[in-house]
């Protein structure tokens, strides 16, 4: 009896135990929470109900830093072996797991972190399953060496696109200079033959010794049920048992004045380009100072140095940057210059500019501090904007994320006094250190000789074990589920949206709701003209484009700038096809007026001939490069093989030359003119969405539009559907480390061809996910040829036209087992098909995205227009999820081998080792 009591003692004290181990709130801070388990992991909250996803970041605190010696990229290889299963989740099925259950799921690994980030989807089902995940990936991965040389492959490709951008080699070298081959100047992304060399006892070792609970956290920003997430993570990661965490790496303090190489040169790509780079060991007393410093120097129009670089004429464009991290301050300016520049009066006038800059005044200063308080604004209403600012904070200030909140109420508090104080003790000759960008030199442009290669073998030679057919029918019930919820919001929102038609034609739809950002948007399309009355004229309206709203008869560009900064939105206005997209936004209190303000400007445009001859010479310098890169020469190439209208139509593909010969020929009467004679067209179409009076709005619309008329003649300019036999291009690019590989198959397929959801369906599956699709699966974790890939589907929605394309950057002198690999793939679904299990799981995750779309008004706003064009309402919608809930493995498979035909598949590959094609820009 008394043992049977004492038992029953200890079952109700494990009891009493378990609700002690309650998350314990330890920090609050603008509606931030910060709680705490047992074993120290911590847990920070970020409610916004506002929102309609869930930013999740599962935080580490380890990075490369923490490398062992001799093992550089060991914690960046980790993070990727991290995806391939625990011991409860066996290989693929967690890849799987997160991809059902994310709307997108990746991971990074710098200096002091790893970084595991999830955005799902509110339900608090959905919630537990990728908490779930997280607590596995903490305790239970199971490391399996057999993924270690494909993963080691693919981190060659990663290291190898990555290094191979000429910033991105700058900075490795200032680094190296700064701390050797050690610390900060060792790579997070690994060194080629120290990843070699890792074995699986040092992948475990390190896993042990870093990923636990109380080296770890997890932050949790957006829409949420607070309850009910904490205590799914209690249960999940309270049980996971703290170890002692080791003593972190050190970095010695930088004297910035003392490193020894002060000058670098890249040359690499096509841009010519200065950076000075202020670097020092960090001083947290001057961070506040030096994070202003990129608005306040090259803001347009008054940062000092675009004042003094752009406006001169000395150079076309200036860059400016700060890394502000916990063991040193840096300061990027720049200037990136043309052919036709003088390279020593850049550097001289970039010295000059920064270092002996005339004072900044109180106007500039408190111009940059609305500007950072409209971000801070915006980041907070952002859930993944937020979620990724936390997670920094947490990572650089040891756990103190509300440091991000003193910083902000710091810059407030800014004199400008104390800013000059600052700029003039750092961006001083000591601590400058010179980089130049130039482009690859011309002996790297020629054709080189390929060695014979061996045939293509995938890198794990075990056969693949035939997977057993997952149950179908989880899918199946969110299928069920997404339909229904899109259904709800369909019919809720439509209902919301008033949508009408001025006298003079011009249509307008009316969406008056809450947005998320507290801020009001308003999109304008016009169109106008035709491919004749518009020929050769497709410079002049980008030009118009861009002048229109840089000034006006009573408006200076800084007067708009201001104007833009004290809405705390935004306004632009761009070419589309033949006619103008204008976007407006602004703070819902402050909405109607900057719109009355867009509208006055746009009225009456000055068309400044300073500005027009600037930009024009803008335009002219970034034309005047080489266009040798490999991304650059297949998109001109594959361009050139689909082309089927004359030059100097608007739908002609860009060729440099002739931009150069339309640019030159420009002037600023050919503007105004084509302002004059197409700019107040009534075929108009303007989406409203915020928080405001709808009659009022109405009203506002027809003062502002109601008078507007062209008699120009309109026709929109379709591009009809034009099957191509199949080429394959092997063009010749510069020498990189990369090349680029660009597929196209046309499609007789629209947007309301019955067909399209199918196509839509076979793209997801052929190309959605980086790790688990068709083409990931060949392309990256089979044979390592990419780190990464594109595909898209697109189809007109005013005729049966639609193509496929896929894009990836591959090794140098791969080019063949990347088209082997794209037509293994296809032509295995034109034989086999697809299996019910990927048909579902598309859906499932298609329909998911479409009602989270549905969620944001925003998203919901960008649909109006479209729909104003094709006199339709948000309820067409409806038919399209049904048609994809519809949609089997028979309705995929058949759409495949109707639709997919190799022998008209347009590929190209650029690369060295490559053939020159005629006509090729140099």
Known sequence: MRLKQLALSLLFLGCSSAVLAQPVLVKTEQNIEEYKLDNGFRIILAPNDKENKVFMNTVYLTGSLNDPQGKGGLAHLLEHLAFKGTENIKGDEFQRLLDQHTLSTNASTDYYATKYTNIVRPEQSVLN??????????????????????????????????????????????????YGNKDLGRLPIGDLNELQSINMKELNAFYRSWYMPNNAAMVLSGKFDKTAVLKQIDAQFSPIAARKVPAQAVVPKLDGKKIQQREFTVQKG???????????????????????????????PSGHLYQDVVETGIATAVQSTTWLDRDFNLVFMGAVYAPNHDAAQVQNTLNKSVEQSKDFNDAELNRIKVMTQNQADSIKNNAAALGSRISDYFVANDGNWSRYFKDLA?????????????????????????????????????????????????????????????????????VKQYVSQSKSYLDSKEKQIQRGKLKNGVQYALFPTQTRDDKTYASISLDFGTAQTLMNKGEVLDLMAYLIFRASNTQSLQDIADKIIESGGGASVSASSNGLSLQVSAKKEKFE???????????????????????????????????????????ITIARLLEKYQPGDLRYHFEPDLAKKQYAAATREQVVQLYQQFFKTQRVNIALTGD????????????????????????????????YKAQKVHALSEQREFGSYQALLTFPVGTDHPDMPALQVFRHILGDSQLSSRLAQELREKNALVYGFSSSANFSSWNDSGALGIGANYTAGKSAQVSQAVHKVLSEMLQQGVTAQEVEAAKASMLKKRVTALEDERRIHSMLIPQLEHGRTLLEREKRDQDIARLTKADIDAVIKKYVHLDQLVEVMADQYGKQQPNMPK
């Open 593 to 635: 007026e900057f719109f009355k303000y867009f509208m006055a400007v746009i009225n009456q445009p000055a068309f400044e001939q300073t500005q027009f001859d600037l930009i024009k010479s803008q335009s002219l310098s970034s034309l005047n490069r080489p266009y040798t890169e490999p991304d650059t020469v297949s998109a």
């Open 129 to 178: 399953e990728v908490i779930r995940l997280e607590a596995e990936r903490m305790d239970k991965l199971v490391l399996q060496e057999k993924y270690v040389p494909s993963e080691i492959d693919i981190v060659k490709r990663e290291r190898e696109v990555r290094l191979d951008q000429p910033f991105a080699v700058l900075m490795d070298q200032i680094f190296k200079s700064a």
């Open 270 to 300: 096509s841009d010519l380009a200065k950076f000075n780079i202020y670097l020092n060991g960090q001083n947290q007393d001057a961070v506040t100072a030096l994070a202003m410093s990129p608005g306040l120097y090259t803001m347009q």
């Open 410 to 478: 710091d810059v407030q508090k800014l004199n400008v006094a104390d800013v000059n104080k600052v700029y003039k003790s750092f961006m001083v000759p000591e601590y400058r250190i010179a980089g130049s960008i130039l482009p690859t030199p011309e002996g790297q442009k020629k054709a080189q000789t390929q060695q014979a290669a061996a045939p293509a073998k995938t890198l794990d030679q075990t056969p693949a074990e035939t997977e057993p057919l997952k149950d179908i029918s989880t899918y199946q019930a969110e």
């Open 692 to 723: 405001f009076n709808a009659k009022k709005m109405q009203k506002l619309l027809n003062k502002e539009f109601g008078g507007w008329s062209a008699k120009e003649p309109y026709e929109r300019l379709d591009s009809p559907f034009t099957a």
